[in-house]
């Protein structure tokens, strides 16, 4: 049956609701195997060392803002879009907000956090990020300052201050991601064989098939984001592909592949949703939301401000990571789930 609106099917029997279908609990399937002054002068040494820590202190907090224990945490919002736009984030003028937009910012005065929201790639730098705990991207593609990244008509990321992002997160704000904000944004930026942004996110958007109904699993039902969960559910939405999944993520949902149809799903189960932790930061990511009735869905909306909470550092969850206790080592999660697909 439905649960408790009608893009989410779960399988454990709950009271039947007008307008919704009863269906067949699913069968639960197997999951993958089980991841130092010494000196004469102590006083002055002393001070001397209180003083450098004040400023390594104060160094990080003019990349994330502070939030006081009693302090309502601050959400920036970011919603520019480069090659395609998402419904959910398209805003019919430039002055009243999408419906992404409107929901995190009516879920911040739920849930005790504010929220400003832009499509303004300058607002990413380090003195605007001093103002705020958390960054939460629902952007897409390379969303820099050239000209052929402006295809939105809003101003990209300066290339010169896009790293106070990383900055930001190691010092301790938070990462939000969801859908394409985080996995298929800055592909374009390498040094090396890193992928500087979408390895802090843990995973990189492929490509995706026809949205379907597909099924889903819980894999961490204590943490806050998907607390109260049923353990097995359908959905109806747009299933990313990923590559480079990294070793640090743990893992909250995973999508179940068995019968989905396109050629990008013929793999094994993989990662939907995670958490990670990164230097003093934390990062959340779905790959959930690109449709409008997953949006309007009040679990997945408690899904985002928990999220959100959770990054912000006002509610606990662990992150560590879990490859290894669901694939038996994490050498084995990251051949099986970094294995060649069809795109």
Same mark, same amino acid.
């Given at each position: 049956?439905?649960?408790?609106?009608?893009?989410?099917?779960?399988?454990?029997?709950?009271?039947?609701q007008d307008g919704l279908n009863d269906l067949t609990p699913m069968k639960r399937k197997a999951s993958p195997s089980r991841l130092r002054l010494f000196g004469d002068e102590r006083g002055m040494g002393m001070r001397l060392l209180r003083l450098a820590s004040a400023y390594?202190?104060?160094?990080?907090?003019?990349?994330a803002g502070i939030a006081s224990a009693d302090e309502k945490p601050k959400v920036l919002m970011f919603t520019k879009s480069q090659g395609f736009q998402h419904d959910v984030v398209a805003r019919k003028n430039p002055e009243e907000l999408s419906l992404a937009e409107k929901i995190v910012t009516e879920l911040g005065k739920k849930n005790g956090f504010d929220v400003t929201c832009t499509k303004d790639g300058t607002k990413i730098n380090p003195d605007n990020l001093k103002n705020y705990q958390v960054l939460y991207f629902f952007s897409q593609g390379e969303i820099d300052d050239a000209p052929e990244h402006t295809?939105?008509?809003?101003? =990209?990321?300066p290339k010169e201050t896009r790293g106070c992002v990383l900055d930001f997160?190691?010092? =301790? =704000?938070?990462?939000?991601?969801?859908h394409c904000g985080g996995a298929d944004t800055w592909h374009g930026w390498k040094e090396g064989k890193s992928r500087p942004f979408l390895d802090v996110i843990g995973g990189?958007?492929?490509?995706?098939?026809?949205?379907?109904?597909?099924?889903?699993?819980?894999v961490d039902p204590k943490f806050p984001a998907v607390k109260g969960w049923p353990a097995q559910f359908k959905l109806n939405d747009e299933w990313y592909a990923y590559k480079g999944f990294m070793p640090n993520m743990h893992?909250?949902?995973?999508?179940?592949?068995?019968?989905?149809?396109g050629p990008m799903y013929k793999r094994d189960d993989y990662p939907i949703t995670w958490c990670s932790n990164h230097g003093k930061g934390r990062v959340f990511y779905t790959g959930l939301g690109h449709r409008d009735d997953v949006w309007t869905n009040e679990l997945y909306q408690n899904m985002v401000a928990q999220g959100i909470l959770w990054?912000?550092?006002k509610v606990d969850g662990d992150a560590s990571p879990n490859l290894k206790e669901i694939y038996g080592d994490?050498?084995?999660?990251?051949?099986r789930l970094n294995e060649p697909f069809a795109q």
């Open positions: 049956m439905l649960f408790p609106f009608q893009n989410l099917v779960v399988c454990r029997s709950l009271p039947l390594a202190l104060m160094a990080a907090f003019a990349v295809r939105d008509k809003t101003p =990209g990321v997160v190691s010092n =301790g =704000g938070g990462l939000v991601g969801t990189e958007f492929a490509t995706h098939g026809a949205q379907q109904v597909t099924e889903v699993r819980v893992v909250l949902l995973m999508l179940e592949t068995e019968g989905m149809k990054a912000a550092k994490v050498d084995t999660a990251m051949k």
